[in-house]
């Protein structure tokens, strides 16, 4: 199954949406320590997705492209900095995205369903992403995923991702 460019776009945010829609059936709030306890873990897992996906946006968009951001996707395969310890650095950030976003919201039935969001975004890496770049980078990426993992939260990972915005 081949699915456009353009379609990476829209699924992101039809996912994210799918997520929030039960709400309103359901809009209920957590109450008190819940609540601020909530809205606290949803802050750092916002601040970690939006740097995941930015760190590895910035990776590729200085090491991945052979002319001067003349197209949108890579042109060249990168193992720089984050991708050096994990191949979708962006799409985990886009992964806990909408975790980040239910628990900031603290909706009970938002934070209950938005583990669908992490669901999907594993589908998408496996289904889509991991097979466009074994097409487009054969061997190199075969080999690339025998040494690197899909994900990674480990520090010294996140150090590396750190390295992108030094530069």
Do not use: Q
């Amino acid at each position: 199954m081949k699915i456009s460019m353009l379609w990476k776009f829209y699924f992101w945010p039809i996912v994210w949406l799918s997520i929030f829609i039960p709400v309103l059936a359901y809009p209920i709030l957590l109450d008190g320590i819940w609540l601020i306890g909530s809205r606290i873990i949803g802050a750092i897992f916002l601040i970690l997705s939006m740097f995941l996906a930015s760190s590895g946006g910035r990776t590729l968009a200085k090491f991945a492209h052979k002319d001067e951001h003349k197209v949108f996707w890579p042109d060249k395969f990168s193992t720089f900095g984050i991708f050096s310890c994990m191949r979708h650095p962006m799409h985990l950030g886009l992964a806990i995205f909408p975790v980040a976003i239910a628990l900031l919201s603290g909706y009970i039935l938002v934070i209950a369903t938005s583990g669908w969001g992490v669901v999907a975004a594993l589908w998408f890496v496996i289904y889509v992403e991991e097979k466009d770049a074994m097409e487009k980078y054969g061997k190199l990426y075969s080999d690339y995923i025998k040494n690197v993992p899909p994900f990674s939260i480990k520090i010294s990972c996140i150090k590396k991702a750190l390295n992108i915005w030094k530069t």
